[in-house]
């Protein structure tokens, strides 16, 4: 069955502490692992698509990496504005269907 | 550029009402899809469109109907509202990769 769990439910990191959230899943046929950002009462907001085990992608004080059977959103020297709900999800291959984590809340306390 | 936009954005019915949610985008997407949120479930799919004229099932797609008429606009249709589709509302484009979604409709069914 195809699945995506992020761990931590919840994060709270001082100004400046780094830290990473992870995304496992399994999912026949993987055709992308994509990172967004929610932000309360607004729609997710697209950051990072990787599509291979091995790829990084980098955007500010984000970087997302991929392996096998997981992702990581390294999240260095944050700042208060990073605070939100980072949601993973995965794109099956051969299909349209995208499936969802439930995603990590993340508070950055200045 | 106005991207994904929603309507409404807030809307109580009492069971058995009806409604349609409307999305539009001028992103010029081929694709469009309709999720829900609830808190703990992460993003469910409950319709999917690969282009106009055309439309199909997602993981949740009971109690819901949808149309493209067009290609910018994809309207979910509640044709008899229930407490269990109390939920916020997400509209998305995208072109089979990433996904950008609208800032959602907040619906409560009494």
């Known amino acids: 069955e195809d699945q995506v769990t992020q761990s931590p439910e919840a994060l709270r990191l001082q100004e400046g502490e780094s830290s990473s959230l992870n995304c496992s899943y399994t999912v026949s046929g993987l055709r992308g692992l994509f990172w967004y950002r929610q932000d309360p009462g607004k729609g997710p907001e697209f950051l990072f698509t990787l599509y291979s085990a091995g790829e990084e992608k980098e955007k500010e004080r984000l970087k997302a990496t991929l392996t096998k059977k997981e992702s990581f959103l390294h999240i260095t020297a944050p700042k208060p504005e990073d605070s939100a709900t980072y949601l993973c999800a995965v794109h099956r291959g051969g299909t349209y269907k995208y499936i969802f984590g439930t995603g990590t809340r993340l508070k950055v306390l200045a | 550029n106005a991207g994904v936009t929603q309507t409404p954005k807030f809307r109580v019915l009492k069971t058995g009402q009806s409604m349609t949610l409307l999305c539009a985008q001028d992103m010029n997407h081929e694709y469009m899809y309709w999720y829900r949120q609830d808190p703990g479930m992460g993003l469910r799919l409950i319709h999917y469109?690969?282009?106009?004229?055309?439309?199909a099932k997602g993981e949740v797609p009971d109690g819901y109907n949808v149309s493209r008429l067009k290609k910018q606009n994809f309207l979910l249709g509640l044709e008899s509202a229930a407490p269990s589709q109390t939920s916020v509302y997400f509209c998305a484009g995208g072109q089979g990769g990433e996904q950008f979604f609208g800032p959602g409709t907040r619906l409560t069914v009494l």
């Open positions: 469109s690969v282009g106009e004229g055309t439309t």
